[in-house]
């Protein structure tokens, strides 16, 4: 997952991205206001960490050009040392989906980022799932595949899960780890070994391989067979 920072407190902004690194997200930062523009529409992001205070245009401006002219729903969450109930307001009026007043804890950052972007990507409620011939109940947590009943152990469902919910999409090793296994992450050949489960479990015989490793990187789910763990 993909989150920008646009904070201009050098300290803050270091902080908050270690922290995000190490929790398996892809991080950049931006110094001002102008240039967290530039990068918030040059290229897709899960959500947007936003000073209220900035050089060059303040957060409000920003996120008013980010829903009004530029048409992104991108979440973005409001970071800011205002308190009052007028100035939250006024974030979520310019476009704010959650606002977090400074000082905060890098945890509480950490689970409001998690459910803006579950939200964003409509992993609120309970829903089915469907890639190529591959069907996951979430209410159930049951697959099957071209009507075959598949039973998997329960991170390999979550695996599942994860995979499905964004097809096609590349998610590295840390991020497959993160969303698994939370903040308990497994050694180096646990994340292997369930990919290899959920493998063998999805594919019988004459049927195509779904997932695909990138080397030295890490997994997707793809629509053909492609080569192996």
């Known amino acids: 997952m993909k989150v920008l920072i646009v904070e201009d407190d050098a300290a803050i902004a270091a902080n908050l991205y270690d922290y995000l690194e190490e929790s398996g997200y892809e991080v950049d930062v931006a110094s001002n206001g102008r240039t967290g523009l530039q990068m918030a529409l040059a290229d897709s992001w899960d959500a947007i960490l936003l000073d209220l205070s900035l050089p060059g245009m303040d957060?409000?401006?920003l996120c008013r050009k980010l829903r009004g002219e530029a048409r992104?729903?991108?979440?973005?969450?409001?970071l800011t040392a205002r308190d009052a109930l007028d100035d939250k307001l006024e974030g979520f009026v310019h476009g704010a989906d959650d606002y977090l007043v400074k000082p905060f804890s890098l945890k509480e950052v950490g689970a409001r980022l998690s459910a803006l972007i579950k939200r964003y990507r409509g992993r609120?409620?309970?829903?089915?799932?469907r890639f190529a011939d591959v069907f996951l109940n979430l209410s159930t947590m049951t697959v099957e595949r071209?009507?075959?009943p598949v039973k998997l152990p329960?991170?390999?469902?979550?695996l599942l899960r994860v995979l499905m919910q964004s097809p096609n999409r590349m998610f590295s090793r840390a991020e497959l780890e993160t969303e698994v296994w939370g903040e308990e992450l497994p050694d180096s050949d646990t994340l292997r070994a369930h990919v290899y489960t959920l493998r063998r479990a999805l594919t019988a015989p004459g049927q195509t391989d779904l997932i695909e490793t990138v080397h030295g990187v890490g997994y997707r789910?793809?629509?053909?067979?492609?080569n192996g763990a």
């Open 154 to 158: 329960p991170k390999c469902l979550q």
């Open 72 to 78: 992104r729903d991108t979440p973005v969450l409001m």
């Open 221 to 226: 789910l793809v629509g053909s067979g492609r």
């Open 124 to 129: 609120v409620a309970p829903m089915d799932l």
């Open 59 to 61: 957060g409000l401006m």
């Open 146 to 148: 071209a009507g075959r």
